[in-house]
């Protein structure tokens, strides 16, 4: 369902990109305060060394005192110490959606330049650590490789993290990019702290199996060759996901471990080898270098931002597992050699941290925070709906806003808030503004976008359902749960079908007719099982039947995971806290 979610998100974006301009800026008319708020906006939380290096970035970034959030689909992570603001926005709206008001987002990945860049909210830098479109860019298809070089054209400002990366990105994209290294966190990636102890020398290796450019398998195989020729030697293996099949050659396998178990692994292995492709910049060889452990690795471009051949690691050819095996073998053979690569390796490590890269990237983003996008649109434009003290708080006028000085949307919708329900906040995503000409709008922009900002609502009256809802509300649930059933067959949207079903069900707990009621859910989940409202009164009707919550977990995860329903036209807000209060009862 979330992968569905997730190449639905992408569609639309792919959709919008024929309406993209490159972002202009202009400086602002008030100098920021020097606590900058900075978004990074980011695809997905899942551990891998990317996501390491942005929560890096946020955590050390907040330490120099500026204000950072971290906005996501997802979850907050449980496998990094995150310290900034983390804001988690609903499946079915753009993540860019949930940005709040601040001096400069960051974009992670090329597929959200734009929709960062259309909410109008700030300058936009895109962040580049690579991946297969900068280092395979040839075996993408022409269409996909288009789209990608229209979103680099698009933000004036990109970043990353090696000089090799740069160079792609200029021969590739033709755009040039500002260097900012990784780095250690040097209080846990250091020679000095608990060691992982095994009875026999261990190579230690980092990655999933389904990333191919990691090269496990090629490591896997020069692992065997010196089995082969009668090496002792285990092989622990590091990687962020359970593996799909058994691996016999593996002596042990961390899933997802903690930073200070990998640091104690790093300190107690032999070496480490990495047998990536590509990279942009390999944290994990720096990490092992920190902990005293010896390198051997690919001669991939990003390595080479550090690692130099024979000085502080040792070099093998990319696939090749017969030449990898003979540099492991050079480094048992040869304890000089060893312990040289092992001295010269810690001399690196220490011009990696962060307190030497984090100030001059904040430096970097005040110089961003005091520009703005060059509006689109005067504020004279709109028909607007709504006064500013309508919106829940400040920072969402100002979101508001700026969306409408910069959107080439012809309508731009809120969520509008409704007590309907007691214990219960219901939103109803409305217009809350309309081109002045809008009737005479050709095609040349987007008819409506979505601004994630919550607007107090107005008076019922302006419910679609107001005469359902009124019997509702006056306990006449029969001629209520009729009115709905008649709104429902009078639509062909399944959205809004499953608005109505949501009424309908509702009405039918009242009248104590909860099996119709699970019938009539479990028949629009067949239709609409990413709507967490259905979700959510289906758990609520199995508890009040003596279901146990043990019983119902597979549903709480899956409302956890969407969060509000914003994709539809109306949708309880704060749905995981409905949830967690019920819960403490």
């Keep these: 369902m979330i992968k569905q979610l997730r190449a639905n998100e992408y569609e639309n974006r792919i959709i919008n990109l024929k309406y993209a301009v490159p972002e202009i800026l202009r400086e602002k008319a008030q100098t920021p305060s020097d606590t900058i708020h900075i978004v990074y906006v980011m695809a997905h939380v899942s551990v891998c060394g990317g996501t390491k290096i942005i929560f890096e970035h946020a955590n050390n970034l907040k330490r120099w005192g500026a204000r950072v959030t971290i906005v996501s689909h997802f979850v907050k992570p449980d496998w990094f110490p995150i310290e900034a603001e983390y804001l988690k926005v609903p499946f079915g709206i753009d993540v860019a959606q949930g940005i709040p008001d601040c001096d400069v987002?960051?974009?992670?990945?090329?597929?959200?330049?734009?929709?960062?860049?259309?909410?109008?909210?700030?300058?936009?830098?895109?962040f580049e650590q690579g991946d297969f479109h900068l280092f395979d860019h040839t075996q993408?298809?022409?269409?996909?490789?288009?789209?990608?070089?229209?979103?680099?054209?698009?933000?004036?400002?990109?970043?990353?993290?090696?000089?090799?990366?740069?160079?792609?990105?200029?021969?590739?994209?033709?755009?040039?990019s500002v260097v900012f290294h990784n780095a250690l966190d040097d209080e846990i990636f250091t020679l000095h702290g608990n060691s992982y102890k095994t009875n026999t020398p261990y190579l230690l290796m980092m990655g999933g199996e389904q990333q191919e450019f990691k090269g496990i398998n090629d490591i896997i195989k020069a692992y065997s060759t010196l089995k082969d020729a009668g090496y002792e030697l285990d092989l622990i293996w590091i990687t962020p996901y359970e593996p799909a099949r058994n691996y016999p050659e593996i002596t042990r396998i961390f899933v997802s471990p903690s930073q200070t178990q990998i640091a104690e692994l790093y300190r107690g292995a032999f070496v480490y080898v990495s047998g990536s492709h590509y990279e942009s910049f390999s944290l994990p060889g720096l990490e092992a270098m920190a902990c005293g452990c010896p390198l051997v690795t690919t001669d991939n471009v990003g390595v080479k931002e550090y690692a130099i051949d024979s000085v502080n690691s040792l070099f093998s050819r990319i696939g090749d597992s017969d030449d990898q095996a003979q540099k492991i073998k050079s480094l048992i053979d040869n304890p000089d050699l060893y312990q040289h690569l092992k001295l010269n390796g810690l001399e690196t490590a220490g011009n990696f941290k962060w307190n030497r890269i984090i100030p001059e990237l904040l430096l970097f983003y005040k110089d961003i925070a005091k520009l703005e996008q060059h509006p689109n649109n005067e504020f004279d434009d709109w028909d607007i709906s709504f006064r500013e003290e309508q919106f829940a708080g400040r920072d969402d006028w100002e979101k508001f806003r700026k969306m409408l000085l910069n959107s080439t949307a012809s309508e731009i919708l809120v969520p509008v808030l409704y007590p309907l329900i007691e214990g219960h906040e219901i939103a109803r995503w409305e217009i809350a503004a309309k081109r002045v000409n809008h009737e005479n709008n050709d095609d040349s922009g987007l008819k409506q976008m979505k601004c994630y900002t919550k607007v107090k609502g107005r008076d019922v009256q302006h419910l679609p359902y107001y005469q359902a809802y009124i019997s509702f509300?006056?306990?006449?649930?029969?001629?209520?749960?009729?009115?709905?059933?008649?709104?429902y067959q009078e639509t062909d949207s399944i959205r809004t079908q499953s608005v109505y079903v949501k009424w309908i069900v509702l009405c039918l707990i009242e009248l104590q007719r909860d099996p119709q009621a699970l019938d009539i859910l479990n028949d629009m989940f067949k239709r609409s099982i990413d709507n967490s409202d259905?979700?959510?009164?289906?758990?609520?009707?199995?508890?009040?039947?003596?279901?146990?919550?043990?019983?119902?977990?597979?549903?709480?995860?899956?409302?956890?995971?969407?969060?509000?329903?914003?994709?539809?036209p109306e949708f309880f807000t704060n749905i995981e806290h409905r949830i967690f209060e019920r819960n403490k009862i």
């Design 105 to 126: 987002i960051v974009s992670t990945y090329w597929d959200h330049i734009q929709a960062c860049i259309d909410t109008g909210i700030a300058p936009v830098v895109y």
């Design 140 to 176: 993408i298809d022409k269409d996909t490789l288009e789209n990608i070089r229209k979103l680099f054209k698009l933000p004036t400002y990109i970043t990353t993290v090696s000089e090799r990366s740069a160079d792609y990105i200029k021969n590739v994209y033709s755009r040039d």
């Design 473 to 487: 509300q006056e306990g006449q649930y029969e001629a209520a749960l009729n009115q709905f059933i008649e709104l």
């Design 534 to 568: 259905l979700l959510y009164v289906y758990y609520l009707i199995n508890v009040m039947s003596g279901k146990s919550k043990e019983d119902l977990t597979q549903i709480l995860t899956a409302i956890s995971l969407l969060d509000d329903a914003a994709a539809y």
